[in-house]
């Protein structure tokens, strides 16, 4: 949590793009680190320690299997960012580096580790499906699902079984791209979402402070931001691109306003894909909502 303004910061990459139907966003850390990332932190006055990656084979490596895909060497990588972050100083600041959405069964539940923590998901994609529900069978649509406690047992076991992460506990910004399955599920379980027509309608700020306000009886927030929750035309360099997301001034706003609330203590970036990206475009734009998240601001 950022009272003090001043941040321990621990970076972890996951390079990892087993979860995802397209290769390339196993170079995300990569990305995201050559766009200045530790600098740009470091100069807000934080101090940075970067843990290097966790090892993650190539999907060429590892043999297909029909049914869930990767799935064992998923949870691998998984439980291995779970087991790294599990251990570090609760009071540091975790910044998890993506790789495909599924790193953040491993980042989630690594922060949260016997601290019940709330997360904000923005996302164009909800990714609660389980293995039953998956139309592509793609492990980045479910690590929601598996947090929540449900879907197959070898990602539920990356943290010991069970449910990491309560309903109540979870809210989505920016989706507008949902399968009926997730619709249903979201409904089922009263799960809080603003969806793009909500930030069209209210505006982003009245959004966020009702975001937080959601979570404001939890003391631990974690943030998990998909870059394809920007708008492809801002951030051309994700997998599963959908038109009409954020711009740039509500993505800043949006980090900007939880900066001010001073509740988050974890983040994750993922979904950034340099080989469908312009000279890292998107990757530094990601960087500069880290930043404004951190404390970086106009005045």
Known sequence: MLSSGVANISILGIPMDLGAGRRGVDMGPSALRLARLAPALTDLGHRVTDLGNVEVPVPEAVPRRNGLHYADAIAAACHAAYDRLRTLDPTAFVLGLGGDHSISMGTIAGVAAGRRTGVLWIDAHADPNTPASSPSGNIHGMPLAHLLGEGDPRLTGIWGGGAVLRPEDLVFIGLRSLDEGERALIRDLGIHAYTMKDIDQRGMARVAAEAVERL?????????????????GLAPGVGTPVPGGLSYREAHLL???????????????????????????????MVEMAASLLGKSIL
């Open 216 to 232: 404001g009886h939890l003391d631990r927030m974690h943030v998990s931001f998909d870059a394809d929750a920007l708008d492809p």
């Open 255 to 285: 980090m900007e306003l939880l900066a001010d609330s001073g509740r988050t203590t974890s983040l994750d970036l993922v979904e950034v894909n340099p080989i469908l990206d312009s000279q890292n475009r998107t990757a530094a734009i």
